[in-house]
């Protein structure tokens, strides 16, 4: 039986490092302990941060790198427990009902058969929450709960439950508990605070947008074909205007998005026009773009010139 302690695990802080390394993250020491101590400990990891910021696709190399399912549930306003449970499926027991009505019409309909029939798991549609505390052969699955700040708080408390025992009653079926808990990653935008009975159940990281230096890195590991030059400037040209006053500053997503267009202009370093025509990569609002174009683009080019020469 595999557990959650398994061999597979990163059995340190390094080897963290180097299997986030492995699926193509750049992760700091300070990431790496808190995953580390989760998986260790068994504890969903809660990841807080920008938008772009790489929280999602920490669950994605888990999954990747330690040959696990990732298993995605994506929250929404409105999300319930039939689209991240589970629900019946209604047409096919309707269908098997019929079915049992006309093969019974001689001998008269045995109700309790019937019923006990159309309630077993073949009419049970399994949803995300319900398929993560089923036993796979590759190991216990990772469970990414994605933007849970877009849920409303009746979720959250039924999440809580959830995160606390690892069960589901399905009144028809009765109690189904995952054997070992799933790996759980949750990641949540901050549009408003989670709640803190639900934090307690987990490690928290904060994901910062990152330093010069690492997103240099990720720009290198994502986007290898750019040159040195291109690649050094567009990077700290980022880190400079997230200092600007924006309504929305680029996350590390739209620094990559950025580097794809850059080099399919074929540009080897930073010019100015062709850095105007294309903000509308890094910066999704009118009034951003128009703050920093023209003039303001001038300057922190220059400022991301002198800063990619001292790096
Ligand atoms: N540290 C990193 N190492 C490698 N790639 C990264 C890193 N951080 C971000 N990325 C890349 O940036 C992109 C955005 O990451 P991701 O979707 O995980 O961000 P997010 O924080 O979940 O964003 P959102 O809040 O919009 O959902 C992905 O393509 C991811 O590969
Ligand atoms: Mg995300």
Not at 100 to 110: L, P, T
Request: proline letters at 4%.
């Amino acid at each position: 039986m595999t557990t959650n302690s398994g061999s597979t695990l990163p059995q340190s802080i390094d080897a963290t490092l180097k299997l986030l390394k492995t699926g193509g993250y750049v992760g700091d020491r300070a990431l790496a302990t808190v995953l580390f101590l989760a998986l260790k400990l068994g504890r969903p990891l809660f990841l807080e941060g920008e938008a772009g910021v790489g929280k999602t696709e920490i669950a994605k190399v888990l999954a990747a790198t330690l040959g696990r399912k990732l298993i995605r549930l994506q929250c929404y306003e409105g999300l319930d427990v039939s689209s991240a449970v589970y629900e019946w499926n209604y047409a096919g027991q309707m269908m098997a009902i019929r079915l049992a009505e006309a093969e019974s019409a001689d001998v008269g309909i045995d109700r309790k058969r019937i019923e006990e029939d159309v309630f077993s798991e073949r009419f049970l549609v399994k949803r995300p929450l319900l398929l993560a505390l089923e036993p796979d052969v590759a190991g216990v699955p990772v469970l990414l709960i994605d933007e849970l700040d877009r849920t409303d708080e009746a979720f959250e408390a039924y999440l809580l439950e959830l995160l606390s025992d690892f069960q589901v009653t399905v009144p028809e079926l009765g109690l189904i508990k995952a054997s070992h808990p799933p790996i759980v990653i949750i990641t949540s935008n901050r549009t408003r605070e989670i709640h803190d009975a639900l934090k307690r159940r987990c490690l928290y990281h904060w994901l910062d947008y990152p330093s010069a230096e690492r997103e240099l890195a990720i720009v290198r590991a994502k986007a290898p074909g750019i040159g040195k030059r291109l690649a050094s400037e567009l990077v700290a040209f980022v880190q400079a205007i997230r200092k600007e006053d924006l309504f929305k500053v680029p996350g590390v997503a739209e620094t990559l998005d950025w580097a794809s267009a850059l080099a399919e202009l074929d540009a080897v370093a930073l010019d100015p026009t062709e850095v105007s025509d294309t903000l509308g990569v890094l910066l999704k609002y009118q009034d951003d773009i128009a703050k920093v174009q023209g003039g303001r683009v001038a300057e922190l080019i220059q400022e991301a010139r002198a800063a990619a020469r001292s790096t």
